[in-house]
């Protein structure tokens, strides 16, 4: 059981039409003045007029969603949940936030209050929290698979439990839950998570992103304020904050079941109607839809994405976040307080509407751990695959010998500043290193004559930062 991350405090080249250099078009939905959050993620700056896009499927891990509200109940394609009631019942009002901010609408619609960033994508609800406000890791787990099943290119993760490398007793890492991560990964979602809210850790800030957001292949999530500063209940890391994104004031959609306890506020099924932390929500749980809802866009815009060509374009395209638009703690560069930088929509966008060269794509992927690891066939076998320091660290795969056997491997990197590691394993009984480089480098080469026959293991892990496309023969 984890607690809820509740708000408390590539050789392919890709045209599309062209994003409009004109003035943004502003959403007619009623209390869009009030969505701040979208200016400061130049939401719908790459378009003079609402652009087309595939409705994409974006699955919402939480604590249910209020289906009746006229702002949602359009977008939601299916919910089940998975820890008993109803999930068209939220009685913690968390899911129903969420929901506004990815797919509030329709767009320009009388009767929506709200637009989300993805205003045409479709939510795919899983209720996993309980009335206690956990969230049994079997449910979540359950609930990632399903949704994924269902179709889901992009799955959020709003909450994560306290992670804390220094101290395994207290660290809450579950095989449970990144099984079911990796799940959604190999079978292409884009997996984004919330880094943490400091103030369910054991100080404040807390220097470590919470699970999942920690796994491999996770989109972490950070927050920002109005001014642009990372709050300090944003929980650090130099490796597992990948981006920022707005998760203060932050006004969506609210169950009226629960606005209806105060009849007289105004507007009814929004967070100003709230009660307690939600009439003005704040936390990393808040920023990471955006950042789930970013990524349908562009897949929404480019269907034949990968999950890591996704990830990478909102990545290196965001806004770095530093002292001249507000983050005064934010050194130029990636940093461990906003990672890459704000979320900016309209740069990943214009990015993917010119003629670039996208970003490698890894087929192999997830292969980060040895059950995991892909299987390699054939005498002379040749691939190109990818490492990120940061996203991809590790890849493993596994090729049988016959007694005698002979292996040559031979690793070469296609960026100028690569440290990677190349390490062979016997898989005869525990995983045992039988071989190793002798320095990280560019190049890499191991030769190895197996004494028995059997599986083995060939592990690459990069050691410094940077990553790209590598060769493996």
Not at 445 to 454: C, I, K, M, T, W
């Amino acid at each position: 059981m984890k607690k809820l991350s509740l708000a408390v405090l590539g050789a392919v080249v890709v045209a599309l039409v062209a994003a409009s250099s004109a003035a943004a078009f502003t959403p007619t939905n009623t209390y869009y003045a009030k969505q701040w959050y979208l200016g400061m993620d130049n939401a719908f700056d790459a378009w003079a007029a609402p652009p087309t896009f595939d409705r994409v499927k974006v699955a919402i891990i939480d604590s249910g969603i209020d289906c009746a509200l006229p702002d949602l109940n359009e977008q939601i394609a299916k919910v089940k949940t998975f820890v008993g009631g109803s999930a068209c019942i939220d009685n913690q009002g968390h899911g129903t936030i969420v929901g506004g901010e990815i797919a509030g609408g329709p767009l320009n619609a009388a009767a929506a209050g709200v637009v989300g960033l993805a205003y045409s994508s479709q939510l795919l609800v899983a209720k996993v929290v309980a009335a206690d406000g956990t969230i049994p890791l079997k449910a979540e787990a359950a609930g990632i698979r399903w949704a994924v099943d269902q179709g889901a290119r992009v799955v959020n993760l709003s909450f994560g439990a306290v992670r804390d490398p220094r101290a395994p007793g207290l660290d809450s890492y579950s095989k449970v839950e990144a099984k079911a991560v990796a799940y959604a990964v190999k079978r292409g979602a884009v997996v984004v998570a919330a880094v943490g809210n400091a103030d369910e850790a054991y100080t404040t800030p807390w220097p470590y992103a919470s699970w999942p957001a920690a796994l491999p292949h996770v989109l972490g999530v950070g927050a920002l304020t109005r001014s642009g500063k990372v709050p300090d209940f944003s929980d650090e890391d130099p490796v597992f904050v990948d981006i920022a994104a707005p998760g203060v004031g932050i006004f969506s959609t609210f169950p009226k079941d629960l606005t209806g306890a105060q009849p007289a506020c105004t507007p009814q099924g929004y967070t100003d109607c709230a009660t307690g932390d939600y009439r003005h929500p704040e936390g990393t749980s808040f920023a990471a839809p955006q950042v789930s809802a970013a990524a349908a866009v562009l897949l929404g815009l480019e269907p034949s994405l990968t999950s890591s060509q996704v990830t990478r374009i909102l990545e290196r395209h965001a806004d770095d976040a530093n002292a001249s638009n507000g983050c005064d703690q934010c050194p130029d560069g990636r940093d461990m307080f906003s990672g890459w930088g704000r979320l900016d929509v309209e740069k990943a966008v214009n990015f993917l509407s010119s003629e670039n060269q996208l970003p490698p794509s890894d087929r192999f992927e997830p292969n980060d751990k040895i059950p995991q690891a892909h299987k390699v066939w054939g005498k002379r076998p040749a691939f190109n695959a990818t490492l990120d320091f940061w996203d991809d660290p590790r890849d493993v795969y596994r090729v049988r010998l016959a007694r005698g056997e002979r292996l040559d491997v031979r690793v070469a990197a296609g960026w100028s500043n690569a440290f990677v590691g190349l390490t062979l394993l016997s898989l005869q009984g525990l995983p045992d290193t039988v071989a190793r480089t002798a320095r990280p480098g560019r190049t890499q080469q191991l030769s190895y004559r197996a004494p028995h026959s059997g599986w083995y293991a060939v592990k690459l892990r990069i050691t410094r930062h940077g990553g790209g496309r590598y060769a493996l023969h």
